[in-house]
């Protein structure tokens, strides 16, 4: 059916965009107004391998620094959840170097005394605040890293439950800290160690294997399509 | 007149329709709406696949296109390996972390390759949860039951059978992984209820579902050593002269150099498509979402299944412009948000299912009571701010708080100003043919995942895709590493692909497409 046109508002902005002058990796171009971090190197004609991700936010691989016009402060955001405007400068950060200790969560003795020999720089933080000022995602990283080094494992889980790992705060830690990744080893020894085992689950795990459910299969799977349809009807 | 201004409509006929209530369509009035609308039925949008497994049988054109369209690999090329394993896992989502993890575990030795970097994925966004029957008042029957009913009965009823029983030992290997999951105040997992489900069924790490579960496997396949190869995106797979795929072939995205991996079985574990964009729509979907595993399989001889159904989630975002195609949760419907035309008016109970919502929001919309944005999309509106004049003040921040603060980053406040919306291309319903090992008609390779078809039928249930990954991802690599123990490599041949080019040839295939298509087309060429 053709689009009745009485409510459509076809604004000069959709016909010729606004155009803002910004700044990739050193390079001048023009680009719409409005547009994201990542569609501005696609409207610039670059390929992006490196530095896209999820383009909604939950992958981290994006991680960007930019400034806005006239001010000297650096800032970081997610090139997928950041609007250009008139004036920005930015840079897709490539990854970071940062050490990964390796470790068998199961077979760690006592996690929390662990910490200090996977992550043996973590105890050194200096409280500049720089990763938390580097987090996008508005974690107080600083208060992490002294959380897990008290050894307050649950607090650590909680606050970087929605850490996604873009490792922006690593290069800015002056102690040499890879605040996301001790959060990670935090997060899943407190997961894995700290965490009551859920009683219900080894029920039901045990329940399925002595085959509780074998008889109510039998019936089930026995059935005409027609038979199935009609029970699976009287199941709200 | 704005966006902005258009918003006003919503606030001043916001009381007006609090009194109304909007009775759900009758089945003959569904099924007409569904036929004229719904995605799925747009005949125009469909052709039939001309040659190979699932000739004759229809698809949308741009999937048909991709999977009739020729390899990058010449006759000729050099198949020396620069790498051998027993078994190599295509795709880094949640799928391959969890096949590289199981046939690492069981002794194999694992190459894990991935077109992006480790754990970027579909799995990561899932935020919803992950359906699992832990609750004492649920069953893995009922599970099984519900999964049926939401894939229109045509789900496959092993894979199923195998899926809703294994979930309790999936979830229980996460735990000890490390994985937090909510948990009630005796320690017990909480269960949240999802749509189309009869018992509350839904394990959540808050509404990072998906994060948690990926930063925890991704990890994890740090820690084993798991041999890695980033960056590298697979175009041809390999077969002997039985046609039994012995490795695959990558392209390396840094330096544009194929590479060439022999290995005793393969799975693949490559995810959807919703990147194909198919009818114009957007996606929720990664941006590696483009659907490499059904080509790849398909030239290989595998059979395809449900390739004609996809999953439309009504609530895509259309304003701002960053967030074009990202979710809107359900939850808003789910508690009473409005769906509001550009004329004030309610066209369609909320709640009703989510084909049904999702034809209506484009009925609405193709007969011009849509609302246009500065760059040119259409949706409608959401009416957010009416949970707070529903339930009080602080509803919407207190229920949905990751919403709020995507949409803050834009200056918009959703307890204040409605959102506009218009269905997003979410799930592919259907994909490689698979059997309880996850092993296809073609011996030795694998497949998990979302590039996997049966299991759902003609509709995934919410949830069911994260248990699924774990499940087939698990299987397969058992399968997998136990197959490799026992056997010796095969020959490096592309024999599969000569056979696939002369049947091309037969047909008059001259599309001169290349597949897989490798990333989406997004650099502006002028």
């Given at each position: 059916?053709?689009?009745?046109?009485?409510?459509?508002?076809?604004?000069?902005?959709?016909?010729?965009?606004?155009?803002?002058?910004?700044?990739?990796?050193?390079?001048?171009?023009?680009?719409?107004?409005?547009?994201?971090?990542?569609?501005?190197?696609?409207?610039?004609?670059?390929?992006?391998?490196?530095?896209?991700?999820?383009?909604?936010?939950?992958?981290?691989?994006?991680?960007?620094?930019?400034?806005?016009?006239?001010?000297?402060?650096?800032?970081?955001?997610?090139?997928?959840?950041?609007?250009?405007?008139?004036?920005?400068?930015?840079?897709?950060?490539?990854?970071?170097?940062?050490?990964?200790?390796?470790?068998?969560?199961?077979?760690?003795?006592?996690?929390?005394?662990?910490?200090?020999?996977?992550?043996?720089?973590?105890?050194l933080c200096r409280n500049c605040n720089a990763c938390t000022e580097a987090c996008p995602q508005k974690i107080d990283v600083r208060e992490g890293v002294w959380k897990a080094v008290f050894g307050d494992f649950k607090s650590v889980s909680e606050m970087f439950m929605d850490c996604v790992m873009c490792g922006m705060c690593t290069p800015v830690c002056i102690a040499d800290i890879a605040p996301n990744l001790v959060a990670l080893y935090v997060s899943r020894a407190q997961g894995a160690r700290f965490t009551e085992k859920p009683v219900g689950l080894d029920a039901r795990i045990k329940e399925i294997q002595e085959g509780r459910y074998n008889d109510e299969w039998k019936k089930l799977l026995k059935m005409s399509e027609k038979e199935l349809a009609d029970h699976c009807a009287t199941v709200k | 007149m704005d966006i902005h201004a258009l918003q006003q409509i919503v606030h001043q006929t916001r009381d007006a329709r609090r009194k109304q209530t909007i009775p759900k369509f009758s089945p003959a009035d569904r099924d007409q709406l569904i036929h004229k609308y719904h995605p799925d039925y747009r005949a125009s949008a469909y052709r039939p696949i001309r040659f190979g497994p699932n000739a004759d049988e229809k698809t949308v054109v741009e999937l048909a296109t991709l999977l009739e369209g020729d390899s990058l690999i010449t006759d000729e090329m050099d198949l020396t390996p620069q790498y051998t394993t027993d078994v190599l896992v295509i795709g880094g989502g949640g799928a391959g972390c969890a096949a590289a993890l199981h046939a690492h575990h069981?002794?194999?030795?694992?190459?894990?390759?991935?077109?992006?970097?480790?754990?970027?994925?579909?799995?990561?966004?899932?935020?919803?949860?992950?359906?699992?029957?832990?609750?004492?008042?649920?069953?893995?029957?009922?599970?099984?039951?519900?999964?049926?009913?939401?894939?229109?009965?045509?789900?496959?009823?092993?894979?199923?059978?195998?899926?809703?029983?294994?979930?309790?030992?999936?979830?229980?290997?996460?735990?000890?992984?490390?994985?937090?999951?909510?948990?009630?105040?005796?320690?017990?997992?909480?269960?949240?209820?999802?749509?189309?489900?009869?018992?509350?069924?839904?394990?959540?790490?808050?509404?990072?579902?998906?994060?948690?579960?990926?930063?925890?496997?991704?990890?994890?396949v740090l820690n084993q050593k798991i041999q890695l190869l980033e960056f590298c995106a697979a175009v041809e797979l390999l077969s002997d002269e039985h046609g039994q795929c012995t490795g695959a072939i990558f392209k390396d995205l840094d330096n544009h150099r194929f590479v060439v991996v022999a290995a005793k079985s393969v799975i693949l574990a490559t995810g959807g498509i919703g990147r194909l964009h198919i009818q114009g729509f957007p996606t929720s979907n990664h941006y590696g979402a483009t659907g490499d595993g059904l080509c790849l399989s398909y030239r290989m001889g595998a059979k395809l299944a449900h390739i004609d159904t996809f999953q439309y989630h009504p609530s895509g975002a259309v304003y701002p412009e960053q967030l074009v195609g990202q979710l809107v949760t359900e939850g808003i419907r789910s508690e009473g948000g409005h769906l509001v035309n550009a004329k004030g008016e309610r066209f369609v109970n909320e709640l009703d299912t989510r084909d049904v919502v999702s034809s209506s929001i484009i009925r609405e919309c193709e007969e011009g009571r849509g609302i246009r944005t500065m760059s040119g999309r259409v949706g409608v509106w959401l009416d957010t701010p009416l949970l707070d004049a529903e339930h009080g003040p602080g509803t919407v921040e207190k229920h949905f708080p990751a919403m709020m603060m995507q949409f803050e980053r834009f200056g918009i406040d959703i307890s204040k100003d409605p959102v506009l919306i218009y269905p997003t291309l979410h799930y592919q319903n259907g994909g490689v043919k698979i059997d309880t090992n996850s092993e296809t008609n073609v011996k030795n390779l694998f497949v998990a995942g979302e590039a996997s078809g049966g299991l759902h039928g003609r509709n995934r249930l919410m949830g069911n895709s994260l248990l699924d990954l774990m499940v087939f991802g698990k299987r397969s690599g058992l399968t997998a590493a136990s197959r490799a123990a026992s056997m010796s490599h095969g020959k490096l041949t592309v024999q599969h692909l000569q056979r696939f080019r002369a049947d091309a040839k037969k047909h008059g295939n001259v599309s001169g497409v290349t597949s897989p298509m490798i990333l989406p087309a997004y650099t502006r060429k002028t």
């Open positions: 059916m053709a689009q009745d046109n009485t409510n459509v508002i076809d604004q000069p902005e959709v016909m010729q965009p606004r155009m803002v002058s910004i700044e990739i990796s050193g390079k001048k171009y023009d680009v719409p107004e409005g547009i994201t971090v990542i569609k501005a190197l696609w409207y610039t004609g670059q390929e992006v391998v490196r530095g896209a991700g999820c383009l909604g936010g939950f992958c981290g691989a994006c991680a960007t620094y930019y400034r806005t016009k006239d001010d000297p402060k650096v800032r970081t955001c997610l090139a997928c959840q950041m609007a250009v405007e008139d004036g920005m400068s930015f840079t897709i950060m490539p990854p970071f170097p940062a050490r990964k200790a390796t470790y068998d969560i199961q077979a760690l003795k006592d996690p929390k005394q662990d910490l200090f020999n996977l992550y043996p720089e973590a105890p | 069981a002794g194999a030795k694992v190459m894990l390759a991935t077109k992006l970097r480790l754990g970027d994925s579909n799995s990561v966004m899932a935020q919803g949860g992950m359906q699992i029957s832990v609750a004492p008042e649920d069953s893995p029957v009922t599970h099984f039951i519900d999964t049926l009913k939401g894939g229109h009965m045509h789900n496959d009823h092993d894979l199923l059978k195998v899926m809703v029983e294994e979930g309790p030992s999936i979830a229980k290997w996460l735990i000890e992984l490390g994985v937090l999951f909510d948990r009630q105040a005796d320690g017990n997992l909480h269960v949240k209820k999802g749509g189309g489900s009869s018992k509350p069924r839904l394990l959540t790490c808050s509404d990072y579902t998906g994060l948690e579960i990926m930063r925890v496997l991704k990890d994890e």
